[in-house]
């Protein structure tokens, strides 16, 4: 067993901690859980931080468990929140229930012996829990005063907070309660945001069982300039490649600063602290080649996705930055095609059109416009700025028919060296 809290410590992953939970790992295997909320049916990078936690927690020789708010997501947690959030039905929790697991169980070891990983849904144990049994059983164990000190329920005092947010705390509460009796968990964890509710759960186990836990929690992740970690102008960047495909996911940590690269490599992935610290060296070096950034991203992209995405990003980012070949270009998946080129304008052509065979200059000017006058266009094609599918134009003649269609259905066009544009086969 490996020491946890150190290894969370050097890696910036602690915020708070309570005493005696240092002793606690070390002298005893030990479950710990977090909490991951079903408001989606795919979790983003900023539940990465806590899947990394419950990682570290297996790798030190604990027992990790994954709890997904099936009732308490019916709730609605009102930590770091300014307002009351929509309630999810049980149907669309269930939905999202099947999501999250799948993307859990990449991460950790459902078959450890002793430590294995489990998933747990809250709602097993609340489903048939009446309220009057939950308030006379749980409620008079904990006072009023004690709620409204909790810093979730002081900010959002000023401006109003129903009674079922306010109770939020006591049922989280009482899943580490239930969690400590039924699966003798000792340990919960999470973000600093939880660390009210988590302390209600020590409470209660303290108050209702006579026992002792623990809690550690892990800073908020901020970019260094001060925009908000995981997102992008499009939204969360997700796990699910269906919401946030494997090209964006690797752009989004490749782009990543110096500074803010520098801080995610200890996070989000399992590197030691010698070979980070020799990444960074090495990086400082020659900070252009941006060895820190490809690092993390390769070792994000891989785990969350596949190597083969990994490397289907490496070549869908050389194919827009001008490095790419067009043998390149001929195997890209339609979902990364979609991806690299998502925002260039795009110009419709008929099937019937295609499958006859259009003359390249009628193409790219009478039938789609790319070009606005057929002077512009020989004009750009004597000095070599005309590329399609990646490849160098030279006659005005050719024909462009089915043949040349990308994935059955588009043509990727060029005109100098950034200028790209789609034509789609409707």
């Known amino acids: 067993m490996t020491n946890f809290v150190e290894e969370l410590k050097w890696r910036g992953m ?6 005696g939970t240092e002793e606690q790992l070390k002298n005893e295997l030990t479950t710990g859980y977090i909490g991951f909320d079903p408001t989606a049916d795919s979790l983003h ?113 000023e401006f109003g907070m129903s009674f079922t947010e306010f109770s939020y705390q006591l049922i989280q509460g009482y899943d580490f309660y239930w969690l400590y009796k039924n699966k003798n968990a000792k340990l919960q964890l999470g973000g600093s945001d939880q660390w009210g509710n988590i302390v209600t759960g020590t409470e209660l186990i303290r108050r209702m069982a006579g026992g002792s836990a623990f809690a550690v929690t892990s800073p908020l992740i901020k970019k260094a300039d001060g925009t908000k970690f995981g997102k992008t102008e499009e939204g969360n960047v997700w796990l699910d490649r269906k919401l946030t495909s494997p090209y964006k996911f690797y752009q989004y940590w490749i782009n990543t600063s110096d500074e803010d690269a520098e801080n995610y490599i200890k996070i989000f992935t399992l590197k030691t602290k010698a ?96 070009f606005p006058s057929k002077g512009e266009f020989r004009r750009t094609l004597q000095g070599g700025g005309v590329n399609l599918n990646k490849e160098k ?28 544009f789609l034509i789609r086969v409707s």
């Open 45 to 157: 990078i900023g539940s990465l931080v806590q899947i990394m936690i419950l990682v570290h927690l297996q790798k030190s020789g604990h027992k990790p468990i994954a709890v997904v708010g099936g009732a308490t997501g019916m709730v609605g947690d009102p930590s770091g929140k300014s307002a009351e959030r929509n309630l999810l039905t049980r149907e669309i929790i269930e939905k999202n229930l099947c999501g999250i697991k799948s993307q859990l169980e990449k991460f950790l070891d459902f078959n450890a012996g002793p430590n294995s990983a489990e998933i747990i849904d809250n709602y097993s144990w609340f489903k048939d829990y009446s309220f009057l049994d939950f308030i006379r059983d749980v409620g008079k164990h904990i006072t009023v005063n004690y709620m409204l000190a909790k810093d979730s329920v002081q900010k959002r005092l």
């Open 275 to 370: 070979e980070i610290d020799s990444i960074i060296e090495e990086h400082k070096q020659a900070p252009h080649l941006r060895l820190l950034q490809k690092e993390l991203a390769k070792d994000i992209t891989i785990r969350v996705h596949s190597e083969a995405d990994y490397n289907s990003a490496i070549e869908a980012s050389e194919i827009l930055f001008g490095k790419g070949t067009a043998e390149t270009l001929a195997k890209m998946d339609e979902e990364t095609f979609l991806s690299v080129f998502e925002g260039v304008p795009v110009y419709e052509i008929s099937l019937s059109e295609i499958e006859k065979g259009i003359n390249i200059t009628e193409l790219l000017t009478d039938k789609t416009g790319a």
């Open 393 to 420: 134009m030279n006659d005005g003649d050719m024909i462009v028919n089915n043949s040349h269609l990308l994935n059955g259905k588009f043509l990727l066009g060029q005109k100098g060296k950034k200028s790209y």
């Open 14 to 19: 602690i915020h708070d901690i309570m005493p």
